[in-house]
């Protein structure tokens, strides 16, 4: 069996206040204490909108919540004229742990390249977080039977040039754009050829330990229904959960699944 430890993480996009933000938390953790829920066993992240951010960490920091929460997008540029950017300093600041890095929307509308997207995971790492690097392919490459070396072909691209230490910090979520978002879930075996392709190829980029060591999570249309059998595949370390993630019985329940 693994040593990772599973970690459940929601992408909250662009829905809740900062006012829904605490309320949605609190139902969340009382779920969570009603059910005894062993946070050792299972780390379980929230990733709101900025706005939010300092509210959670508030209400984290004043009950001692065992909760984790990060954000969902980064600038790649430490402090200046950019207006509207957060820096990865900022997000540090507010007690984050995680910054989801090059996920689709991302990529689709703003858009952001490789080359941004690996100056992000710099960021991020330089300010002591760990990026959440989301890869995976759109219904095309699929079609034409190239998606594990697309997918793996993104993570490397983004990775190649890091140190081990660094390497060691990541987290990767295979999120296949097709399923994102669609109810088009993937199969537990599609998931875990994709996890494992990953996984084999940062072994032979870094140190064995790293590819031990990364959770590689699966994205797309999770639900407390699905995620059952996903999370028995061996390479499938946790989610990252979008739509299921706005409802905190939904999120109560997968985090009990592992
Ligand atoms: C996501 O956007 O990261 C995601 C996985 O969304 P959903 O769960 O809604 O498919």
Redesign the pocket.
């Known amino acids: 069996a693994s040593k990772r430890i599973p970690l459940i993480a929601g992408?909250w996009?662009m829905n809740f206040d900062h006012l829904e933000a605490t309320y949605f938390v609190q139902k969340l953790v009382w779920l969570l204490r009603d059910a005894r829920f062993d946070y050792s066993r299972c780390e379980i992240a929230l990733m709101p909108s900025f706005t939010s951010l300092r509210s959670v960490q508030v209400l984290v920091e004043a009950d001692r919540l065992k909760i984790r929460y990060g954000a969902q997008s980064v600038s790649v540029t430490t402090q200046g004229a950019f207006t509207g950017d957060v820096s990865a300093d900022m997000i540090a600041h507010l007690g984050c742990s995680y910054v989801i890095v090059g996920?689709s929307?991302r990529r689709k509308y703003h858009p952001e390249d490789d080359a941004n997207i690996v100056d992000q995971v710099r960021a991020v790492l330089a300010a002591g977080m760990q990026p959440i690097l989301?890869v995976g392919e759109s219904f095309e490459e699929r079609r034409q039977g190239i998606e594990l070396d697309f997918a793996v072909g993104q993570v490397h691209d983004v990775t190649r040039d890091l140190s081990d230490e660094e390497a060691a910090r990541l987290i990767i979520?295979y999120?296949p754009v097709w399923?994102?978002?669609?109810g088009m879930v993937a199969t537990p075996d599609t998931a875990q050829e994709a996890a494992q392709a990953i996984r084999d190829d940062l072994r032979e980029t870094f140190d064995a330990q790293v590819a031990d060591t990364v959770r590689i999570l699966y994205?797309?249309?999770?639900t407390s229904r699905n995620a059952v059998q996903l999370i028995e595949e061996p390479d499938v370390d946790g989610f990252?959960?979008?739509?299921?993630?706005l409802d905190a019985d939904e999120m109560a329940k997968i985090a009990r699944l592992t």
């Open positions: 992408n996009k996920h929307e989301c979520a999120e399923a994102i978002g669609t994205g797309g249309s999770v990252l959960i979008g739509g299921a993630s």
